[in-house]
């Protein structure tokens, strides 16, 4: 038996442009997967199709019934927008209560999504995160055997994003719910989801859990999108002191460097030249010219100083390093 | 979160839910496309046919000798240069009169914003009959000689189309974000050269939409053109008129009809292509980022140079164009309370009998008119609602798409066609319709229908931006969450329009209560309108039945600003929380 949603070769076209192009993946029961992908890689338009918002070719199957011919509001999978969408025409507790039955309480919902006593306000008196909080509530008010969230928290801040995040995934996992989330930023992906699958022009590339999928992206492809930002052949001259650094041996393979693979200051196994130094959140990000590898991103301390042209030491970190199979 | 979940899909359940949407859809574009087509193309064919075709055959020989009269240039002449000369005049006071109202914020801006909007809802007649009474021998302003002039045309034109240009602009103007003009002055433009350079631009395609949705109301008008002119000036519309009941030549005025067609299809084009490109990649924001409170003195710390004259300028404009506003309108009162032995009620008492010439009372006139307006505003409701929810849909496919468009279009020729060519076609086709053997003239219902036919663009071009409006993923959300089609419908499209309905409702019955050129031919002489009434005892010599018609003005005048204002409040925001 089946469990939970089945995709197979889902084809999703506008006009004669395939925006999805044969996608298969599955979603147990229980479970959330991230769909992870720049704009424009159809996954906005997967995730439209599983609701029944966009014709599609292929199978898409609940427990293994095919809900195809399943009209929207039939198919109990419910929908979270970028923007929330909320109904201006109702209150708070209204729009909560949309898809419940005449009566039901709402205050539970509110409460879990940390909105507790908000139901009689006006929508237009919330702020972002409120508004996508109370999007949250109101998908989740009539128990959807499938969540779907498309960017549900895109259009917010930074800050107020990430603190989402970590309420978004303790929401779902309190309510038990399958869920299919979309994204284009991985940290929330990493943060919301169990497995994550990347997604580019309208193909899957990967799925994996998170950690699976950062230590081990399965092509270049995947690799650059996650932000590796350098490849080298692992037999090249170049690459000896990192392969040193995992543990590998010369092969045809590739290493694929992360922001931070190298570390300026620490005991020396490359030499880099300085291009330009910035900072992020105290910590100076040194761009460095390494030959035979490039332009790469190196970590430096607090407070460092240095000016381009500068040679400098750099160490390596081999958590910020993947060897790709192909 | 104990919720359970119990929903087997149910293919049977499902197919006859799509089959109950594909039957609302179709009833809901039959009964527009039916409705219309019986009461409007019909008539409008026949009548136009009766100029053509002699004995079974086509004759294009009317067109010829038509246009060999000089009346019927003169006429074309006249139209043209009165629309245009109205246009021009409304938009010119009423940008000024939009930045004042719109962009400014001051006590008791609602009422005069509201008091502007008073002549459009008026009835026609009933603007001919304040300006005539304004500009008489011996009226107010008698001593200028305008009355049965060109200028008195023109002027009652920009009385009455002023508050759609303000309208129209001004609801741009509010939401048009202002840090556009704030960078074109610190990139060293001067207040004056901003707003031409960049504000004046943008507001370019509300201006136009209004400057021809002006044009068509002063190329169409009837009633206040008929009372004001006499016979010495006209429009296709009132020549129509004047052609098949004073010279009973249909074919003159079946020709008419075709060029007053084409010229307010052009007028309709134009409005179009306003329409469409209205929304383009505009930066709008919300009203409270733009709107300043207005002062008349210079505020502290402002230079000099800065934009204060300007403001002074509009402000001076729009304070004497409400003066002139109000003028007509408060002498019509005056006027309606001046008796042969000073000051009475002796006219309003007058109501209550037939003057002596009147086949009802007025009293029983005005009832007659509410209630077919009563019935004219709930066909048109119906009719222009089920319109509106057609043309708000985006199909998905080009094929749907373009059959949207085409409807749009179709159901708003009745905006343009001459509204005596409706009622005379009536007449023509309401014999003996389909050869049946009935005689549908006599019938008391065909006064609401045509009537009807007049208000649905009306209900049509209020409920539809309001429809448009509604992002289409509103209906997505409401689906996801379980609402079937109908619920969707319910739920999203019906409880926000409803918003609008209100101020829908009050334009189709102000139309329709003032309602003259169609209704004039329909009207059973047993069972007259209000304006019906009004025209009739204007035409009456004596003193008595032109205070009667005055009296009779300012009741019909009351009613319509009345119904208006109190529909106009029904969309305000309601103590529920469920409404806006």
Redesign the interface.
Known sequence: MVNGLTLRDVVVRYGPVAAVDGVSLDVPTGSVVALLGPSGCGKSSLLRAVAGLEPVEGVVAWDGVSVAGVPVHRRGFGLMFQDGQLFAHRTVGGNVAYGLPRGSAVSALLELVGLGGYEDRSVATLSGGERQRVALARALAPAPRLLLLDEPLSALDRALRERLAVDLRAALVATGTTAVFVTHDQDEAFAVADRVAVMAAGKLLQVDAPADLWSRPASREVASFLGYEAFVPLDSPAAAPLREAIGAEPSPATLALAEGAFVVGRSGVAKGTVRGVSSRRGRSEVRVEVDGIGVVTALGPVGGRWSAGDVVELGVEPDAMAVLDD | ?T???D?P???SA?AS??SRVVAFWALAVAVPLVFLGLFFAWPVVEMIAKGFVVDGRLDLGGFADVFSRPRTWRIIGLTLAQATLGTLLSVALGVPGAYVLYRHTFRGRALVRAFVTVPFVLPTVVVGVAFRSLLVSGGPLGFLHLDGTFVAIVAALVFFNYAVVVRAVGGLWERLDPRAEQAARALGASPWRAFRTVTLPALTPALASAASLTFLYCATAFGTVLVLGGLQFGTIETEIWVQTTQFLDLRAAAVLSVVQLVVVAAALTLAGRARSRRERALALTLPEASVRPLRLRRPVGMPAGDGHALTLVATAVTAAVVLLLALPLVNLVVRSLRTDAGWGLDHYTALGTTGGALTVTVWQATLNSLRVALDATVIALVVGGLVALVVSRRP?RAIGRRAVVGLDALFMLPLGVSAVTVGFGFLLSMHHPFGLPVDLRTSPVLVPIAQAVVAVPLVVRTVLPVLRAI?P??R??????????G??LR??DL??AT?SLGLAIGFAFAASLGEFGATSFLARPDRPTLPVVIFRLIGRPGPESYGMALAASVVLALLTAGIVALCERLRAPGAG????
């Open positions: 979160m919720l359970t979940l929903r899909d149910a293919p499902v839910g799509r998905r992002d993923r509103l997505e959300a409401a689906a996801t969450l379980g609402a079937a089609p619920r969707v739920t999203v409880s926000i918003r929380g469920e409404w806006w």
